[in-house]
């Protein structure tokens, strides 16, 4: 090994010439005509000479590029001396194995994606190139494979196995659904990988877990999950065990679980920085794809749940690099509808659009049909809510999906969005003023979602036969329909899909709340939910405003329930309207603001207001 350590901390600080300056061991201080100082590392990789940058002298001391190179070699020397890891099938697990640090992900990129190593490395690369982005070359890698296993150390039977693992990793990123075949085939790789192969065997059930989760089996797919969970981390795959909590996270959203979701995603995170902690030794590491993924599916639970600020912030943390890196298509088919719809909601139908149009374009860039049909309902979801509904029927018509034949529509192909399909037609249905037919599709799609635990879809579902007896003029039935959507997800916000339906629903709630047709108790969970719904309505939100998230979670009740009445002071309500919107009487509403009065030691409305802009309680 060459000698290091001929350069200095005092001389590389002092050193402006520019060129290059060798410190041994192929670390290099390089100095640019514009006073830049950088590191770079020398490497020779398969016969190719390559320059690896470690980062800027300001943020990289000397001994802290030195500890860099001895771990980059170290993992360097490792696989490039291990011809066994080179050359067998299985050197895909090291990417489930291994905590990437920027340099062991170049290292392990450029070994995976040369597969002229041996015809078996073809696997690994078509993993890797899957994982990145690259589906339609992965799969042309693949297409390739020998049948039969090039190598005598390797048995059929286990070269069957790992072509089936890997093909299940491909159609993850890829168009389709997983079929009955693709999981007898994944079963039969359960019964016949060696009982030591921990990684192959959580593999095999981490794609168990999201094919069924694809055809909206949630209980055997959080059985799948469990199983790959364990056996990952009996492999000593932590990294692997995580993508599971994403499923996991998921099918608490589809349940309808949405605190449960959320916290699903903080431990996800929680347990990816202790992760990288423990392996890293001090390495600066990448931002890893999945965390991106956690960022976006956090983003889904808090548009549910109308704090549509942080579902902004969440989305542009992570939205990059779950377009451009390690993004399989059901994660990237929920960043894109949670794209769409924060747009329509903060944008209006212009914004909308121009964020479909993206979306669009960068699912036939990478040629995935199913994709581009998930967002093509979203223009359907969004040009309905904005009645344009002539232009909606025909894009519905271009999915071959005919509103009135609900018997026709293949819920096969749509799996687990088959929920999604039927909103769009039943809400499409509504606003066309077909409430019988609307009625009568959602009355058939909650008996489906019932048993296949869908909460959320069914709660959907129910909102939308409300507004469909509305129309019929069944008040009692709908305004009973209604709060029995919001009792099915008492303790979760669910808020957002009730206020997106905005003229339609805006009676319903008003006649809960005054207590017609329906008797809600006093201080029930309902009541509030209902009022913080036309609280929301009755501020008017123009496009581009702020949500409902302005009242700071930090808040207790009484400062939450100031804040709301103050908004009301704010936009000029009376008495009356305020005890409307609220559900409360006015003599109640007289009670609460004497008692704002107080708390803010003013004594009239307006300069209440004035206050609580001082104090920042409200914009």
């Not at 290292?107 to 982005?133: E, N, R, Y």
Request: charged content about 25%; proline content about 2%; some cysteine.
């Amino acid at each position: 090994m060459a000698l290091q350590g001929k350069l200095t901390d005092s001389y590389v600080n002092q050193v402006d010439k520019p060129g290059r300056y060798g410190d041994g061991n192929g670390l290099y201080l390089v100095v640019k005509k514009s006073g830049r100082k950088s590191w770079i590392l020398r490497i020779t990789l398969d016969g190719k000479r390559t320059d690896l940058g470690l980062g800027s002298v300001k943020e990289t001391p000397v001994g802290l590029a030195r500890q860099k190179v001895q771990e980059f070699k170290g993992t360097h020397n490792q696989i490039k001396k291990d011809e066994q890891v080179r050359k067998t099938p299985e050197n895909w697990r090291l990417f489930l194995t291994h905590v990437a640090t920027k340099e062991t992900r170049f290292i392990l990129d450029q070994v995976a994606s040369i597969p002229t190593i041996h015809p078996q490395q073809m696997l690994t690369s078509a993993f890797v190139l899957a994982k990145h982005g690259n589906v339609s070359q992965a799969r042309e890698i693949f297409n390739k494979r020998y049948d039969e296993p090039r190598d005598r150390h390797v048995s059929p039977i286990h070269w069957q196995c790992e072509l089936v693992l890997i093909g299940a990793h491909i159609r993850a990123y890829e168009d389709g659904l997983s079929t009955d075949a693709d999981r007898q085939s994944l079963l039969w790789v359960l019964d016949h990988l060696p009982s030591n192969d921990m990684v192959g065997l959580g593999m095999a059930f981490n794609h168990l877990s999201l094919s069924a989760m694809q055809n909206g089996l949630l209980d055997q797919a959080q059985e799948y999950a469990q199983n790959a969970i364990r056996y990952y981390r009996r492999g000593k795959a932590q990294f692997g065990s995580l993508h599971l909590y994403v499923y996991l996270g998921q099918i608490k959203l589809l349940r309808g679980d949405l605190e449960g979701a959320a916290e699903q995603y903080y431990e996800l995170e929680k347990q990816l920085n202790a992760l990288y902690l423990s392996h890293s030794s001090g390495m600066e590491v990448e931002n890893s794809s999945l965390r991106s993924i956690s960022y976006v599916l956090q983003a889904e639970v808090a548009y549910e749940s109308n704090n549509l600020d942080r579902a902004e912030a969440l989305l542009n943390q992570g939205l990059r690099d779950v377009e451009n890196d390690d993004a399989w298509l059901d994660v990237l088919a929920a960043a894109y509808r949670i794209k769409i719809r924060l747009a329509f909601a903060l944008k209006g139908l212009p914004g909308a659009l121009t964020a479909t149009a993206h979306c669009e374009l960068n699912a036939e860039h990478r040629k995935v049909p199913r994709l581009s049909r998930i967002i093509a309902l979203e223009r359907v979801h969004i040009l309905t809510l904005s009645n344009e509904l002539n232009q909606a029927k025909d894009i519905l018509g271009s999915l071959n999906i005919n509103p009135f034949r609900f018997d026709q529509i293949n819920q096969s192909e749509w799996g687990v969005h088959s929920g999604s399909v039927m909103v769009a037609v039943s809400r499409w249905l509504v606003r066309s003023n077909h409430p019988r037919e609307a009625h009568e599709i959602t009355e058939k799609m909650e008996d489906i979602a019932i048993r296949g635990g869908q909460l959320l879809a069914l709660a959907k579902m129910r909102v939308i036969r409300s507004t469909a007896h509305w129309r019929m003029k069944q008040y009692t039935y709908s305004v009973a329909t209604l709060t029995s959507a919001i009792r099915l997800l008492s303790h979760q916000e669910f808020q957002r899909f009730i206020i997106d339906e905005g003229d339609e629903a805006k009676p319903i709630v008003q006649s809960a709340l005054d207590g017609k047709y329906v008797v809600i108790e006093r201080h029930s969970t309902l009541k509030t939910r209902l009022s913080e719904l036309n609280h929301y309505w009755s501020l008017s939100h123009p496009v581009g405003s702020h949500s409902q998230d302005s009242v700071s979670p930090v808040l207790d009740k009484n400062e939450q329930l100031r804040v709301q009445y103050l908004e009301l002071l704010q936009v000029g309500y009376s008495y009356k309207e305020m005890g409307q919107i609220m559900g409360v009487s006015v003599n109640t509403i007289k009670y609460h603001l004497k008692d704002l009065y107080r708390y803010l030691q003013v004594d009239n409305r307006m300069r209440a207001v004035y206050r609580a802009r001082e104090l920042n309680m409200i914009r």
